[in-house]
């Protein structure tokens, strides 16, 4: 083959490869179909409007549109997943937004480090770095369940309530479940978790007016996080998708 022939058939490969990849970077929830099977192997992604909503506005908050947001949702639809592991690996890669930060807290640093992980294992898998490997790197230096970056200086940390450290600050500050459905009945817990959202998190922030924290968690009390922000008007966009539809 003359390094002419070479050179079409290169050209062609990556329109080709363009055309694959540009429906999973106009679309969270193409996206979050298309890595599913890295995650949940042996269980079929269900589409529904539910997921939707919660696609479009993680979507809004990425193209700056929406700076606080906070999802009500009942348990068993694909929160975390998508809140936690798919749209930070579709920032990334598919928006080209490698440089992004996330700071992530849950009630439990267990399960913060355990999305970190899936979102891990997203990234590098074949079929993620296939159409967006050369936007960046996962850096050899900081690759932990708790913390991994990229060579494009983004990085992602599981933490909980209350356990971030001083120096941490995030483009995305992602709170999924806050509260603990075992610990809602004491007020001390739920003051100490309330005084973290509003005094704590806000400072946690790359920009105040740029960057973007988003809460997502089910209805467990009049005042837990949810409560707190809608109460004391926050500035949230509030995203409820009830158990039953009314």
């Given at each position: 083959m003359s390094g002419n022939q070479e050179a079409i058939r290169r050209a062609f490969l990556r329109i080709a490869k363009l055309k694959e990849s540009e429906p999973y970077e106009q679309n969270l929830m193409k996206f979050a179909e298309y890595v599913w099977p890295v995650c949940e192997p042996s269980i079929?992604?269900?589409?529904?409007?539910?997921?939707?909503?919660?696609?479009?506005?993680?979507?809004?908050?990425?193209?700056?549109?929406?700076?606080?947001?906070?999802?009500?949702?009942?348990?068993?639809?694909?929160?975390?997943?998508?809140?936690?592991?798919?749209?930070?690996?579709?920032?990334?890669?598919?928006?080209?937004?490698?440089?992004?930060?996330?700071v992530c807290a849950s009630y439990s640093n267990h399960l913060t480090e355990r999305d970190n992980m899936r979102c891990r294992n997203v990234v590098m898998s074949d079929r993620y770095r296939r159409l967006w490997g050369d936007r960046f790197k996962i850096s050899n230096e900081q690759f932990t369940k708790v913390k991994f970056a990229n060579d494009k200086t983004g990085w992602k940390l599981a933490t909980s309530v209350g356990g971030i450290g001083v120096g941490e600050r995030?483009?995305?500050?992602?709170?999924?479940?806050?509260?603990?459905?075992?610990?809602?009945?004491?007020?001390?817990?739920?003051?100490?978790?309330?005084?973290?959202?509003?005094?704590?998190?806000?400072?946690?922030?790359?920009?105040?007016?740029?960057?973007?924290?988003?809460?997502?968690?089910?209805?467990?009390?009049?005042?837990?996080?949810?409560?707190?922000?809608?109460?004391?008007?926050?500035?949230?966009t509030h995203l409820m998708i009830p158990m039953e539809h009314d």
């Open positions: 079929p992604f269900i589409k529904g409007w539910a997921i939707e909503a919660i696609c479009e506005h993680l979507e809004a908050v990425t193209n700056g549109h929406i700076k606080r947001l906070l999802i009500n949702v009942p348990p068993g639809f694909t929160k975390s997943l998508m809140t936690d592991v798919f749209w930070p690996a579709w920032e990334w890669g598919p928006r080209n937004m490698p440089s992004n930060r996330y995030g483009d995305r500050f992602i709170i999924d479940d806050a509260n603990n459905t075992m610990d809602m009945e004491s007020e001390a817990i739920r003051d100490n978790t309330n005084m973290w959202f509003t005094e704590v998190v806000p400072d946690r922030l790359n920009s105040p007016v740029n960057s973007a924290i988003v809460v997502i968690q089910q209805r467990l009390h009049e005042d837990d996080v949810s409560g707190v922000a809608l109460s004391r008007n926050m500035g949230y």
